[in-house]
C-alpha cells in the first residue's frame, strides 16, 4: 500500500494545469460525497473518471488557482493510483461554509451548488507522510474559501 506523498501530489496535479496557471496551495484531503454529486461537480467543472457508485471519504489532493479547485481522487489501497480527477471553477460555486471541528486542526469545507454539496475534510497535519506545507495550504485554502464566499 503506498502512502499519500509530495511527489505523487505535485505530479499528479502539475498535470491539472492549464498553460499560465499557477497553484497557490496544495494539499491532502479527505472528500465526502456520493457519486452522483462528484458527477454534477464533474460535468460542470471538467472531466471526471473512473468511481462508478458511491463515493464516500476518498483521500484526494486539492489544488487551489485563481479561478478554481482541482481534485485528484485517489484509489484507497494504493495512494498512487487515480480514482478520478475533476474541477470546480469558482464561478460554479454558489456558496461555501467552513466548520472547525473538535479535532484539532481539522476544517471541514462544504461547497455548494444549488441544493447539492459536497464537504472536503481538510487536517493539517501529514503524520506518517512527506507531504509539505500542508498547514500553509489549508489556511491558504481556508482563507481564500471565506474571502470569495462570506457576505
Known amino acids: 500500500m503506498k502512502k499519500l506523498n509530495e511527489s505523487d501530489k505535485n505530479e499528479l496535479l502539475g498535470r491539472a ?12 484531503g479527505c472528500l465526502m460525497a456520493n457519486a452522483k454529486t462528484i458527477m454534477l461537480f464533474g460535468a460542470i467543472g471538467g472531466a471526471f473518471s473512473g468511481a462508478a457508485g458511491a463515493l464516500s ?26 480514482k478520478g480527477a475533476f474541477e470546480i471553477p469558482f ?19 462544504k461547497i455548494y451548488r444549488g441544493k447539492d454539496s459536497l ?28 474571502r470569495r464566499y462570506t457576505k
Open 57 to 82: 471519504n476518498e483521500y484526494c489532493y486539492v489544488g487551489l488557482t485563481d479561478s478554481k479547485l482541482v481534485f485528484i481522487v485517489m484509489r484507497t489501497m494504493d495512494c498512487s493510483q487515480v
Open 17 to 28: 494545469l492549464k498553460d499560465g496557471e499557477n497553484y497557490k496551495a496544495k494539499v491532502w
Open 119 to 146: 464537504k472536503l475534510s481538510l487536517v493539517t497535519n501529514t503524520i506518517g507522510t512527506d507531504l509539505k506545507n500542508q498547514k500553509e495550504g489549508v489556511e491558504a485554502i481556508l482563507t481564500d474559501m471565506r
Open 91 to 109: 464561478s460554479n460555486i454558489d456558496r461555501v461554509k467552513v466548520k472547525k471541528s473538535l479535532i484539532p486542526g481539522r476544517h471541514v469545507l
